[in-house]
T-cell receptor
Framework: GIQVEQSPPDLILQEGANSTLRCNFS?????LQWFHQNPWGQLINLFY???GTKQNGRLSATTVATERYSLLYISSSQTTDSGVYFC??????????FGTGTRLTIIP | NAGVMQNPRHLVRRRGQEARLRCSPM?????VYWYRQLPEEGLKFMVY????????ESGMPKERFSAEFPKEGPSILRIQQVVRGDSAAYFC????????FGPGTRLLVL
């Protein structure tokens, strides 16, 4: 099956800093989603981005499908950005394969 | 995320009891997926259902676990004779193109 790797596994930043999270996947996909799991365990959809670039406020994402990676950018971090960020991929209308996540901690 | 409903949000069971987890998909969505998240791990696929059909159950343990999505009513994930290793968060997602996740059910087996 598809392998999904995320880096870094952990990231600790001061409030206001910027960060880049990476997701590598092993095979062609036509669905890639980024999620934020907050400290209460809820999964929040951030982006549906099988290719190209999208922006939503302080967050943006880029997927280069031909090179099998995606990047999530967080600018001007806030403490509410803390949590685990997951990348998940699938091909067709199939099950999502999740990466192991990046745990982000924002220090005030 | 709003719209995918799961209940209960928390469930405590003793070893050997049954657990029933419910998921109501977003309005208009006919595809339901169940995932399990063990502590400190990512989500792992369990089963994919459409109304009255199991499409893919490749991630479902062979014993004690079953799932259904009837014509009327929510999707049900049923775990019989629970063991401590079943303690986890169980998430349901519904989809048209993008999968949207419910709040999850946290199952604790004592």
């Amino acid at each position: 099956g598809i392998q999904v790797e995320q880096s870094p596994p952990d990231l600790i930043l001061q409030e206001g800093a910027n960060s880049t999270l990476r997701c590598n996947f092993s095979d062609s996909v036509n669905n890639l989603q980024w999620f934020h799991q907050n400290p209460w365990g809820q999964l929040i959809n951030l982006f549906y981005i099988p290719s190209g670039t999208k922006q939503n406020g302080r967050l943006s994402a880029t997927t280069v499908a031909t090179e099998r990676y995606s990047l999530l950018y967080i600018s001007s971090s806030q403490t509410t950005d803390s949590g685990v960020y997951f990348c998940a991929v699938s091909f067709g209308n199939e099950k999502l394969t999740f990466g192991t996540g990046t745990r982000l901690t924002i220090i005030p | 995320n709003a719209g995918v409903m799961q209940n209960p949000r928390h469930l405590v069971r003793r070893r050997g009891q049954e657990a029933r987890l419910r998921c109501s998909p977003m309005k208009g969505h006919s595809h339901v997926y169940w995932y399990r998240q063990l502590p400190e791990e990512g989500l792992k696929f369990m089963v994919y259902l459409q109304k009255e059909n199991i499409i893919d159950e490749s991630g479902m343990p062979k014993e004690r676990f079953s799932a259904e999505f009837p014509k009327e009513g929510p999707s049900i994930l049923r775990i019989q004779q629970v063991v401590r290793g079943d303690s986890a968060a169980y998430f349901c997602a519904s989809a048209q193109e993008t999968q949207y996740f419910g709040p999850g059910t946290r199952l604790l087996v004592l």
